[in-house]
């Protein structure tokens, strides 16, 4: 390149540039400015290196068996805690009861977040998104935990719903500490996500289509089923994938709701490692919940692709 | 024809969007069978009219009748009307065969029949062969044929054009205007076209409607409408016209003449008008002649001195942008017409310029 000529009337903020990028080409020279994009990868790829390394020692764990003599793992590798979590009939239903759970969650999820999302997009009066957009962030802030307990206040024997209920004279509902009370927490712990990839598939769907559809003489659930669904099937694929593998994972509100009548398959690996003190075992749940988790994924990416989650390139 | 209802009425129709009036009291009516062009710059309201009539927006006040019947309550899948976006809107999830098969499965047409009907309006809009390639896959001007093979499958009463052509490059453009009126002239729809282009105005309607700022300005056939323009809004957005401003002096029967700078000129005024009055004259540049500085021309009514200021070639014309020290600081446009002996006229040459009396029109200042 040609020298700039030097000039002291320029600014002293230039000559600050100017030496900053001299600096900045001593310590990373021209010639390496094309892998300069690869360079802003490194966080990243350190971040998922640690839980790389975690899940090897996760997975080294898992093959070795509990000595019940002095409470160590064996020095000697052996399938026998896999063995355990698969024949036990308490694990298998307890993945049973997180798949079915992590199921019902994320169909009954969509099929609330879908009519939000849509109306969050399309309402005319700008008021109107902002209530919606506002009343689906603002129990986003509140933890999950502070969540649960919240529900434990609305549900629980003295909680205001039952208050309600013995007001009128009926006896009190058991209305936690079962397995509905874990989904309906879940279900409102996942609607923000679902809402959140669902919006820009939506907004991706020009309002013309919807009116095309309109004028050829389709109704607006024909419009609905042929036109908007499809369309809206990146978004469909992206929140089922997040609301799923989520759900599969979690640990609060099968604990707090559930009351340990309803454990998920988090609950069975905390209590591997802390209540039984058998890291073995629950490596072993681990290892099971990581490959079920992504089991789903690829079969949900290889049968309909990416959608909102690969940020496609050809988009129409 | 002339006794039948008309297949399109507006009466007294108004849109309002809060305090803005998108649409002003508009009236037309529309024989079956023939185009009606709307035009009018962005935002003038053509668009809400168009909308209005599909049934996508309800008008604030006033009645549309189609067939007869008003359709306020009519949802537009309920009405017979075809309609080609400005985006096209076709289905992108959808092959060509398909986006033209949805209208007739959702209007119930007899599924033994469906096939015969894709193929024959594919066929009309002269795509055989291209049912299955997906939208992506098809060029712009084919796309532009498979809405248009979408909206008249069903064989609508009504074909409604949002600017569809607007996208397209000029070429395309054009050809694509020769082709609607192919089609639309074998199968007969009536059509309503919405567009901000002249020229696909005057080369695809048997009438135009010309708006601004939400009202109907001028309704007319294409060559009343060029030849004579209602008032100056309707002079000025069609054709090249060079706009003078000016006070009558005197009146006398259809002739104005008024005062312009340091000038008189003489008009066709199209209303009475005092002595005194500001007017505005609108010519031509198709009717103004030019000629080199030391010919006089004969037997024209209007001739000025002026100095060309600017030469615009155009391929098929030359045109001139010509300064007039009588009119002011008003330039004069002109075309030439002489394509055979081209006499070039330069920029800072002494010209003249002429013109008829009937070629001025002239119209109240607004």
């Not at chain 2, 050809?175 to 639309?184: G, K």
């Not at chain 2, 006089?296 to 060309?308: A, C, H, I, K, Q």
């Amino acid at each position: 390149m040609t020298s700039v000529k030097q000039s002291s009337h320029f600014p002293i903020k230039w000559r600050l540039l100017d030496a900053a990028e001299r600096v900045a080409a001593l310590v990373w020279p021209r010639q390496l400015h094309s892998y300069t994009g690869y360079l802003l990868l490194v966080p990243a790829l350190l971040l998922v290196f640690v839980l790389v390394i975690g899940l090897i020692y996760i997975g080294g764990y898992s093959l070795h068996e509990l000595d019940l003599a002095n409470y160590r793992l064996k020095e000697s590798f052996s399938l026998t805690n896999y063995y355990t979590a698969v024949t036990s009939t308490t694990y298998r239903t307890v993945v049973l009861r997180s798949l079915y759970g992590s199921f019902l969650v994320t169909v009954i999820t969509i099929f609330l977040a879908f009519p939000y999302a849509y109306l969050m997009v399309r309402a005319r009066e700008a008021m109107t998104r902002k209530f919606l957009l506002i009343s689906l962030f603002l129990p986003f802030f509140i933890g999950q935990i502070v969540r649960a307990y919240g529900w434990l206040i609305i549900l629980g024997k003295e909680g205001l719903l039952n208050n309600i209920v013995t007001f009128f004279g009926f006896s009190p509902l058991e209305l936690i500490y079962n397995y509905p009370a874990v989904i309906l927490g879940l279900i409102q712990y996942m609607l923000p996500f679902a809402v959140l990839l669902l919006a820009p598939a939506i907004t991706a769907i020009n309002r013309d289509m919807e009116l095309a559809s309109e004028s050829l003489g389709a109704h607006w659930i024909q419009t609905f089923i042929h036109i908007v669904l499809p369309m809206a099937k990146p978004g469909l694929i992206g929140s089922s994938v997040v609301v799923f593998t989520l759900t599969l994972t979690d640990f609060a509100m099968p604990e707090i709701l559930g009351g340990g009548t309803t454990d998920f398959i988090a609950n069975s690996i905390y209590d591997g490692f802390f209540q039984l003190s058998n890291s073995g075992l629950g490596a072993a749940l681990s290892m099971i919940l990581v490959t079920l988790g992504t089991a789903f994924v690829v079969v949900i990416f290889s049968i309909a692709g990416t959608g909102t989650l690969g940020f496609s390139r050809r988009s129409k | 024809m002339e006794n039948s209802p008309p297949l399109v009425e507006l009466i007294d129709v108004s849109k309002r969007f809060g305090r803005f009036i998108a649409v002003d009291n508009a009236n037309f009516s529309l024989a079956k069978g023939s185009v009606l062009t709307i035009l009018g710059p962005s935002g003038c309201g053509k668009t809400t009219l168009l909308r209005m009539i599909a049934g996508f927006e309800s008008p604030t006040s006033g009645e549309i009748r189609i067939n007869g019947e008003p359709v306020q309550a009519v949802p537009p899948y309920r009405r017979s009307i075809g309609m080609v976006f400005q985006n096209l809107a076709l289905f992108p999830h959808m092959t060509a065969g398909e986006n033209v098969t949805y209208p007739l499965k959702m209007r119930r047409f007899p599924p033994q029949d469906i096939p015969e009907l894709v193929e024959r309006y594919l066929g009309i809009v002269r795509l055989t062969g291209m049912k299955d390639r997906r939208i992506h896959e098809l060029s712009g001007g084919q796309q532009q044929r498979v809405a248009i093979a979408r909206a008249l499958s069903f064989n609508p009463d009504l074909l409604l054009l949002d600017e569809p052509l607007s996208a397209l490059d000029k070429k395309l453009r054009e050809e694509m205007q020769l082709e609607f009126r192919r089609i639309q002239q074998k199968i007969g729809v009536t059509t309503i076209n919405v567009t901000h282009d002249q020229r696909e105005a005057l080369v695809m309607s048997d009438e135009i409607i010309v708006m601004a700022d939400g009202a109907i300005q001028q309704s007319a056939d294409p060559v009343s409408l060029y030849r004579h323009p209602s008032n100056m809004f309707v002079a000025s957005f069609i054709g090249l016209t060079s706009l003078v401003k000016g006070t009558v002096v005197q009146t006398e029967g259809t002739t104005v003449e008024f005062n312009v700078d340091s000038t008189i000129l003489c008009g066709n005024a199209g209303s009475r008008f005092e002595v005194g009055q500001s007017v505005e004259g609108a010519i031509r540049a198709e009717q103004v002649r030019i000629h080199p500085e030391q010919t006089r021309p004969e037997e024209m009514d209007n001739v000025l001195e002026g100095v060309v200021s600017e030469q615009i070639f155009e391929g098929d014309r030359m045109v001139y942008q010509v300064q007039c020290p009588s009119l002011g600081s008003t330039p004069i446009f002109v075309f030439d017409h002489d394509p055979t002996h081209h006499v070039l006229h330069r920029k800072g040459d002494s010209v003249v310029l002429s013109w008829n009396v009937r070629d001025l029109l002239v119209y109240p200042c607004r």
